[in-house]
Structure formats: structure tokens, C-alpha cells
């Protein structure tokens, strides 16, 4: 029996001075071909960092906590754990489960310190880099309807927007004043999906959600409502869809009621409630759902409230220009900012 005790500390000795000396994984690494939970992320504010290479822009998730930034892919090198990449890879794959637990780690890590960033040091990318779909929902605020004399819809009113729109928080629009004059904002709550949805019920409809931003669906209104009708023209110019700076967690968020703002160089032009919602969040995504599909990482615009410049008597219309600074928020999902040029 003293010889097997003897004979078991020597081995525990030898493992502990393996592990010391580090030629022992570290028990928090994922083992290759190991399955991943799959799920949404909860309980998290993340953001697209951007950042210039060779190749381009390269995009990589942080997460804000009250350390700062995390650097996610810095944290899995240094905590040897799985992460998604950005956020696109957190939605489309649902990796959720992982991330959860890579934050709790570098939370708790000493080592992992390095990891946290100060936010004013970070660029921003837009929230979603490559959604498969980006639609969008006019005329769903009451008051917005009335404003601009429009009945009220019985059903959502649906167009679309491509990537190329893409923009991100402290970004630039350069307006295309070669072919449009007259550029509106319009504020408004961004919903981000995160599992396959197709023909759900508005009582499910909330479970698909991965969470919500701040948007702008910037508007060229000559060519919406002047060249016979064409919404998408007026509503696709390249980076016409500035979303961030921050994706919310669904779990955390009320989307049917939220305070919405906008602002024009310093000035309030919006200011509402998505209470005034004709069509709430439930029923936007499963009328959506029964005639397309969303994907993981889809983005639905869900519409702008009263106070665009469209809704003023035209001798009051005084459109937006280049040097104009313009600053969205939304409650808890925070203020998006950018500049026109």
C-alpha cells in the first residue's frame, strides 16, 4: 500500500510539473473535432472591430464589458478556447455557447488582461458584414404615416437594401449629388437574425431574434418618390445602411418599446417610442417569414418615425448636405454616429 502511495504521488508530481512548465494543454482548450454547443450568445453587447491589412479591411469580434473591449480571437489564443471570428460567424454558425464561455474566462483571467481594449482606440465595422438579406419595413409608425399623409398599411410594407450600403458607427456617406439632391434620414431599430425562420408564428417569432442595433436607412427621397416609385433606387446607394455601433442581445431588449432619436448636427429631428409601431416585432418577422426565408445574420429595418424632412411642408424641407453630422440612438442599443461627405 506505501509503495502505491508513493508510486501515485510521483505521477500527480510529474503531471503538476508538466502542466507548470505548460507541455500539457490547459484544460479550458477545445480538443480538435471536440462538438460545439450550438445557440444564440446571451447576455452580451458586441461590436465588429475593423481593422487595415494587405488584403483589405479584416474585421474581428469584441465584446464591451466593463474592462472594455474584448478582443475575442486575442482571448481564444491566450485562453487556448474556442471563439467565433466575428460576428458574422457568431450568427451563422450559432455559436453562441462559446462565446458565453470565452467572456466568462477572460473576465476571471489575469492572463487574459491583455485581451481588453479602451473602446476610444478601436475602429468600428458595420454590425453585420454579410448577411444574405437586408429588408426593410416602411411606413410602420403611426405617427410617420399621418405626417406624411400616407393611409395606414394593413400589411407590412416591404423593400430592400444590398451590401453594398453597408456602413458602420463614426463612418461617412459621400452622397451622390451627381444624380440625387434631396437626403433624408430616417432613424430606426435594426433586428438581426439568428436562426433559420421560415413561416413562424408571431407568438415564436421573438426566439429567432440574435438581437438589435441602431440603424439609419438613409434615403435619397428625388429618387424613392420623383422617378415613379423607386424605393429600392432611392434607398440603395452605396453605404446608405450605417448600423452600430453595438448588436444587443435579444434577452436584454423590449424591441416593442424603446426610445428613438435622431439627430442633425446637434439638433433633435426625431424623437418617439417603438410603441408606435403599426406592425410590432412579432408580426414584422412572421409576415416576413411566410414569404422568405430568413437566414442567420439577415437584417430587417423596421421602419423611422415622425420627424423627417420629407414630412415638412416643402417650403420648411431643407435637405441634408455634405458636412452634416447626423446621430441615431436608440435606448440601450446605443447612439450611432456618422458624417456626410
Known amino acids: 500500500m506505501k509503495q502505491n502511495r508513493r508510486n501515485f504521488m510521483k505521477t500527480t508530481g510529474a503531471v503538476c510539473a508538466l502542466a507548470t512548465t505548460s507541455r500539457l494543454p490547459a484544460l479550458a482548450e477545445t480538443k480538435p473535432g471536440a462538438p460545439q454547443a450550438r445557440g444564440m450568445a446571451r447576455g452580451l453587447t458586441v461590436l465588429n472591430i475593423s481593422q487595415k491589412s494587405g488584403q483589405g479591411t479584416e474585421y474581428r469580434l469584441g465584446v464591451k464589458t ?135 408564428s408571431e407568438a415564436d417569432a421573438l426566439s429567432y431574434v440574435a438581437g438589435y442595433a441602431t440603424g439609419n436607412d438613409f434615403t435619397a427621397r428625388d429618387l424613392q418618390l420623383e422617378t415613379g416609385g423607386q424605393w429600392m433606387v432611392g434607398k440603395t446607394p452605396d453605404q446608405f445602411a450605417p448600423i452600430g455601433p453595438y448588436l444587443v442581445t435579444a434577452d436584454q431588449i423590449d424591441p416593442d418599446n424603446l426610445k428613438v432619436e435622431c439627430r442633425v448636427n446637434g439638433e433633435t429631428r426625431q424623437s418617439s417610442n417603438t410603441n408606435d409601431f403599426i406592425f410590432s416585432t412579432r408580426k414584422m418577422i412572421s409576415y416576413i417569414s411566410r414569404v422568405i426565408t430568413l437566414k442567420p445574420g439577415d437584417i430587417i429595418f423596421t421602419g423611422t418615425p415622425q420627424g423627417v424632412i420629407q414630412g415638412k411642408p416643402k417650403e420648411q424641407q431643407v435637405w441634408l448636405k455634405p458636412g452634416d453630422k447626423i446621430a441615431c440612438s436608440l435606448e440601450k442599443l446605443g447612439e450611432l454616429k456618422f458624417e456626410l461627405v
Request: hydrophobic share 40%; charged share 25%; glycine share 6%.
Open 66 to 200: 466593463e474592462k472594455g473591449i474584448l478582443d475575442v480571437s486575442e482571448a481564444a489564443k491566450i485562453l487556448h478556447m474556442h471563439a467565433p471570428a466575428t460576428i458574422d460567424d457568431l450568427l451563422q454558425n450559432e455559436d453562441g455557447p462559446s462565446l458565453n464561455a470565452l467572456v466568462e474566462a477572460a473576465l476571471k483571467s489575469a492572463a487574459a488582461r491583455k485581451a481588453f481594449l479602451k473602446e476610444e482606440s478601436i475602429q468600428y465595422g458595420p454590425v453585420v458584414t454579410r448577411p444574405e438579406k437586408i429588408i426593410c419595413v416602411g411606413l410602420n409608425y403611426r405617427q410617420h404615416a399621418i405626417e406624411i399623409g400616407s393611409p395606414i398599411p394593413k400589411q407590412p410594407v416591404l423593400f430592400n437594401k444590398f451590401n453594398t450600403t453597408l456602413n458602420h458607427h463614426n463612418g461617412t456617406i459621400k452622397l451622390p449629388v451627381d444624380f440625387a439632391q434631396k437626403f433624408d434620414y430616417e432613424a430606426e431599430m435594426v433586428v438581426v437574425i439568428g436562426r433559420e425562420a421560415k413561416a413562424v
